[in-house]
């Protein structure tokens, strides 16, 4: 029976949908099963039905396959997503037309900001699960024949409480189709075959940002299990004290010992790579250390790092302390409490001049 006589057999012109075709031979299987039919031609009538049916599925319904859940499970147009994943954060597509499974892992991957300036070698871990070859994803295999349980109409009489026939409902040993089928050996019916671990080295290149997209060709990688291209959806954790900006700049506020900013000491400035000496300006709060903030671009510059230094003095001075300032306030006014400093001298002529004025 060809596809168009399969559609005629079913009273249904050929673009019939899937949702038509099968509500057609609902009706015709209702009407036609050899449990309420008892003419002479029931049964044939019967198989002619299911064999439209079965060349209908066979041909995909039209356009419309897979358009809703389908009954049948057809093999060869159902393309089931196929994958399970251990981690939330993982799924995969297939390319089903590939005999070999190339499949995408989406992974997103967390990393410090100091990993992500300087790139960073990852370890994916996770599982897959293949889709049965045997069955195709389907979980079952057609043995062609009747049905042993529906006789090879599809469907099986209701019945309600008090023995009326209640409509059919369809077989559940054939899902409705007629033909015999086994549940698939190789996958124990579950169209899919046990999970498999891999274990993936990524690595991430340097000047990743937050929300970048990094594809990883799977040939490329070292990996075990099945083999995979993996899709990374880079996060870059907020940093305690690192502030990045577009540009590459990274803003850092430092406190410092107040007496050391005064006494001009050297300081350790930590940056996205490490520790930098700093020579510290008691006139200046603010440095810029050029080319040590973060990648600009991948093969290009770093920005600049800028800290922000915040000099600390003692809240409550000791005993030492204070005698040690008071000789220093000593050093830096006259005997007679003149300040020596230009710029402090002339304020204070400036505020004498001012008093006597008003
Ligand atoms: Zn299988
Ligand atoms: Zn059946």
């Known amino acids: 029976m060809d596809t168009e006589n399969a559609f005629a057999e079913l009273g249904l012109a050929p673009d019939a949908t899937e949702r038509e075709v099968k509500a057609a031979w609902r009706r015709l299987a209702s009407q036609w099963h050899p449990d309420r039919n008892d003419s002479d031609g029931a049964v044939a009538k019967m198989q002619r039905i299911n064999q439209a049916f079965e060349e209908i599925r066979r041909a995909g319904f039209g356009a419309q396959a897979n358009a809703d859940v389908d009954t049948a499970g057809a093999p060869d147009n159902n393309t089931p997503d196929g994958f399970g994943a251990d981690q939330a954060t993982a799924a ?3 390319a089903a037309d590939t005999q070999r499974q190339r499949r995408t892992l989406h992974r997103k991957v967390r990393m410090t900001l100091e990993e992500a300036a300087v790139g960073c070698i990852k370890v994916l871990r996770g599982k897959v ?15 062609g ?3 042993a349980r529906c006789g ?21 040993a054939c899902l409705g189709g007629g033909i015999a089928r086994q549940p698939c050996a190789a996958c124990g019916g579950a169209g899919k075959m046990a999970p498999r671990g891999y274990k993936i080295n990524v690595r991430i290149p340097h000047g990743v940002r937050d929300g970048d997209l990094l594809h990883v060709d799977g040939r490329r990688v070292r990996a075990e299990g099945p083999p995979a291209d993996v899709e990374i959806r880079v996060e870059v954790s907020e940093h305690a004290f690192f502030k990045l900006d577009d540009d590459g700049t990274i803003r850092c506020e430092m406190p410092v010992d107040g007496f050391a900013w005064i006494a001009n000491r050297q300081v350790k400035v930590p940056t996205v790579t490490g520790f930098h000496g700093l020579q510290l300006s008691r006139d200046q709060l603010s440095y810029r250390l050029k080319g040590q903030g973060f990648p600009v671009q991948r093969r290009g510059t770093r920005g600049d790092h ?18 040690l300032l008071d000789q220093l306030l000593a050093t830096s006014s006259g005997a007679g409490g003149e300040a020596l400093d230009e710029r402090l001298h002339t304020w204070n002529q400036g505020m004498r001049a001012w008093e006597r004025s008003l």
Do not use: Y
């Open 129 to 143: 699960t293949d889709i049965c070859a045997t069955c195709a994803g389907a979980g079952h295999q057609v043995l």
């Open 306 to 323: 800028l800290v922000t230094l915040v000099p600390i003095f003692p809240q409550q001075l000791s005993t030492d302390q204070q005698i």
């Open 92 to 94: 995969a597509s297939h």
């Open 152 to 172: 090879g109409s599809g469907a099986i009489p209701k019945r309600s409480f008090f023995g009326w026939p209640a409509g059919v409902a369809e077989c559940e």
């Open 145 to 147: 024949g009747n049905c």
